[in-house]
């Protein structure tokens, strides 16, 4: 049986770690901090995110598991790396976020998208929407 993904060998990251050159690329590289996330802890684990987003092919998973706190500027990097992974057209994954950080990094994320793009909102108002579908449904052939 084929499976859809091919998990490569998981990349360990702590305060301290730093990734080995990769020689062959690979489809999904995983970090897993430890501790805090934050402080001088966190420049490290910044700049491993993003060598890791930049070396991986289709995907990076952060595995929270082993954090027991994400300080603010923490919270900062996740988002810088959400952007990163946004501008490379690839994906990231935060598996075993805590719901406090999660909520945290929404709302670090809905600044920053709106301090590049302005304020996010609907386009058409509902009466242009139900318009749109009366007309299309009277241009549909009986």
């Not at 420049?43 to 995907?59: G, K, M, S, V, W």
């Not at 920053?112 to 449904?137: H, K, T, V």
């Amino acid at each position: 049986m084929k499976t859809a993904t091919t998990l490569t060998p998981a990349l360990v990251s702590d305060s301290t770690a730093q990734l080995a050159s990769a020689t062959t690329p690979c489809n999904t590289m995983v970090l897993q901090p430890k501790g805090c996330l934050g402080g001088i802890a966190v420049l490290d684990f910044q700049i491993n995110l993003e060598q890791a987003l930049e070396r991986a092919t289709l995907r990076v998973v952060v595995d929270l598991q082993q954090v027991n706190d994400v300080a603010p500027e923490g919270i900062a990097a996740l988002a810088r790396g959400l952007e990163l992974a946004a501008i490379l057209g690839k994906s990231i994954v935060f598996h075993a976020m805590d719901l406090a950080s999660s909520k945290d990094l929404r709302a670090e994320w809905r600044s920053s998208r709106e301090i590049c793009f302005g304020p996010w909102g609907d386009l058409f108002d509902r009466e242009f929407d139900q318009f749109f579908a009366g007309e299309m449904l009277r241009s549909l052939p009986c």
